[in-house]
């Protein structure tokens, strides 16, 4: 049901928390989606919803008693609260807010105790074509419960018993023999649904994780964890559909001295040193900033909101961190960073002519004697580095780059 923007809060108080505890070690994204489920599934609560309402209304007709109008009452009361909040929620979520979800779950408790209630009064009052009226709804309830709350099987397990305990308990209050069977197929029945929505539970949520390992390797880089190129262009592609991508800035990276280093120490310790690298370009940037690795020892930073002195002043403070020494595997690893600077919609309102752009700004920088900070279309700015950039560099034709591994 959910969308990617919509987020549901999580519940806090005490109580509510225990009963829609997430497994061990779920990631807190798939927690998320597990709350979010809690207010999904909306078929399955109409259906939910006419059914109950259905039972109480028609035990009203045949059997009109202030108790059971009392019933009805509360069944009404407890629907329309519920529908509140669940429409409530899913509005809020989408807007950002904080959604009732400590009060959606306590609600649902309520309808269950309320569903029990009135099977409980409709037993105890003798007539058998009454409780069949009360109590076939309820028993039917229970796999809709299962499924529609898999995200939190103690609060399905709770739900489940409030609703079917209160037969087994009028069955032996009633004296009624034939009854019998209910008191001893209802517990059976409780725990055999119990354990389903709890194997239920841990199926989906397995399923959600393997599903976000598989959509995060098909969007990131697996040694280093950044962007890969096909997402990188992606987010490219979006901020650049903006009415006004002004701001825009994009950063291409490229690591001076890495090759000598893979080379002469071997690949196991150049890898290491592309995740010791991406990690001080994570460091480096904002939340909300895109990192990516392209291939090789090329990277890419994409950040909003950078004008050209702020823009340069980043690509000086990527270099920085990223030109040095780093010790990797018993070695002394050196390294510099060249750095070409694009920005939108100066330099390109296309994902492809701001790559371009930015490539040869790097392109320009590694020609130097020394590594530098390029802003396309404007003059070299030196960037400090440990180690000089090549003296004859091979040409090479403008576009986008991918160094081999």
């Given at each position: 049901m959910q969308t990617e923007k919509a987020r549901f809060s999580a519940p806090e108080w005490r109580f509510t928390r225990w009963l829609a505890e997430s497994p061990a070690g779920t990631p807190d994204a798939i927690r998320q989606r597990l709350v979010a489920e809690l207010f999904g599934n909306l078929p399955v609560f109409y259906g939910g919803l006419i059914a109950t309402l259905v039972g109480p209304l028609s035990v009203v007709v045949f059997k009109p008693s202030a108790l059971f109008i009392a019933w009805l009452a509360m069944e009404v009361i407890i629907c329309a609260v519920r529908l509140t909040v669940l429409v409530h929620g899913r509005r809020a979520a989408l807007r950002g807010e904080k959604t009732w979800t400590d009060l959606h779950i306590v609600m649902a408790l309520a309808w269950s105790a309320n569903l029990g209630l009135g099977c409980l009064m409709a037993i105890l009052s003798g007539d058998w074509l009454i409780a069949t009226v009360a109590c076939v709804p309820a028993a039917a309830m229970v796999g809709g419960i299962c499924f529609r709350n898999f995200a939190a099987p103690r609060l399905a397990s709770a739900m489940i018993a409030l609703s079917l305990s209160p037969m087994p308990v009028a069955t032996l209050l009633s004296g009624e023999p034939a009854l019998i069977g209910v008191t001893i197929l209802v517990p059976l029945f409780l725990f055999s649904m119990s354990v389903s929505a709890f194997q239920m539970n841990a199926t989906v949520v397995s399923a959600m994780v393997a599903e976000r390992e598989i959509r995060h390797r098909a969007c990131h880089d697996d040694l280093t964890g950044l962007c890969n190129r096909a997402h990188l262009v992606t987010q490219l592609d979006e901020r650049l559909a903006r009415e006004r991508p002004d701001g825009l800035a994009?950063?291409?990276?490229?690591?001076?001295?890495?090759?000598?280093?893979?080379?002469?120490?071997?690949?196991?310790?150049?890898?290491?040193?592309?995740?010791?690298?991406?990690?001080?370009?994570?460091?480096?940037?904002?939340?909300?900033?895109?990192?990516?690795?392209?291939?090789?020892?090329?990277?890419?930073?994409?950040?909003?909101?950078?004008?050209?002195?702020?823009?340069?002043?980043?690509?000086?403070?990527?270099?920085?961190?990223?030109?040095?020494?780093?010790?990797?595997?018993?070695?002394?690893?050196?390294?510099?960073?060249?750095?070409?600077?694009?920005?939108?919609?100066?330099?390109?309102?296309?994902?492809?002519?701001?790559?371009?752009?930015?490539?040869?700004?790097?392109?320009?920088?590694?020609?130097?004697?020394?590594?530098?900070?390029?802003?396309?279309?404007?003059?070299?700015?030196?960037?400090?580095?440990?180690?000089?950039?090549?003296?004859?560099?091979?040409?090479?034709?403008?576009?986008?780059?991918?160094?081999?591994?």
């Open positions: 994009l950063f291409y990276l490229d690591l001076d001295g890495f090759k000598q280093v893979n080379d002469t120490f071997g690949h196991a310790t150049g890898d290491r040193l592309l995740q010791l690298v991406s990690e001080q370009i994570n460091a480096s940037v904002r939340a909300g900033d895109v990192t990516a690795r392209l291939g090789g020892d090329e990277f890419v930073v994409l950040a909003d909101g950078l004008d050209r002195s702020a823009a340069l002043a980043l690509g000086h403070s990527l270099s920085e961190r990223i030109a040095r020494s780093y010790a990797v595997n018993g070695h002394d690893c050196v390294i510099g960073v060249s750095v070409g600077i694009a920005l939108a919609p100066a330099q390109g309102r296309d994902a492809t002519s701001l790559l371009a752009a930015a490539d040869a700004a790097l392109y320009t920088a590694k020609g130097r004697s020394a590594p530098a900070v390029v802003l396309a279309g404007e003059t070299i700015a030196r960037a400090p580095s440990m180690v000089p950039a090549p003296q004859a560099p091979l040409p090479r034709p403008a576009g986008l780059h991918l160094s081999p591994t």
